[in-house]
């Protein structure tokens, strides 16, 4: 892709009677290129039902933009973010491939940003600034606490943004283990923000999961 937009209308998998799981390149390598048409994104998710997904690794031409406005895009092939990538849309971008680099990601729109990959290969080290919307945390391989995807980060950028730290049902164990959540040194800048620790079932708990810095 060079600045126009691909864009994924996945009902044409449920017309093939592929309803289980909406488009997918496989293991298609994929290079994107600026924010693409009308600014809409260079890799956009748009008009399906199900649920869309890249499993090739994608390689950043230039700064570009990754956009989902039906369900959830979910990018499972390794990035190395070596550009600005903005992501974002009216619904969710999962980022569940391996990220490498240090480059801003920048998180638009008004539905949510997850990170997700837990192996040795996540190791990104940029800043996150969310503009709007959610990122969420919910996954840990359950070894150490430090083994989540966003433990190595710079640091993290609300405006009109919510951090959702998000734990399993039942109380104990590692997967709820405390700091498994997010980075405990990258400060954490806000500005009209909140953070939100909840479990999976978005029901309370007065357990104190994590400890973190808020730089206001």
């Known amino acids: 892709n060079a600045g126009a937009t691909l864009a994924i209308a996945n009902d ?6 592929l309803t289980g799981g909406g488009a997918s390149l496989n293991t298609e390598p994929l290079t994107i290129n600026g924010d693409g048409f009308r600014n809409m994104g260079a890799l956009r998710n748009m008009l399906g039902r199900e649920s869309s997904g890249f499993s090739g690794a994608i390689t950043l031409g230039s700064a570009s933009r990754v956009q989902s406005d039906a369900s959830t895009l979910t ?33 638009y729109g008004s539905r949510g940003l997850q990170l997700s990959n837990v192996t040795a290969g996540q190791t990104y080290s940029g800043t996150i600034n969310s503009q709007m919307g959610e990122i969420r945390s919910n996954q840990v391989s359950g070894a150490l606490a430090s083994d989540n995807p966003y ?21 104990g164990g590692a997967g709820n ?40």
């Open 151 to 171: 433990n190595d980060i710079t640091a993290l950028n609300l405006r009109n943004s919510v951090l959702r730290l998000n734990f399993q049902d039942a109380t």
């Open 12 to 17: 044409q998998s449920a017309a093939a009677g």
């Open 177 to 216: 283990a405390a700091d498994s959540r997010f980075s405990t040194t990258a400060p954490i800048s806000m500005m009209g923000s909140q953070i939100f620790i909840d479990n999976a079932s978005f029901s309370s708990r007065s357990t104190t999961f994590f400890d973190y810095a808020v730089a206001q």
């Open 75 to 107: 990018l499972s092939g390794a990035i190395n973010l070596n550009q600005e990538l903005k992501a974002g849309g009216t619904n969710f971008v999962t980022l569940s491939g391996a990220l490498s680099g240090a480059s801003a990601l920048t998180k």
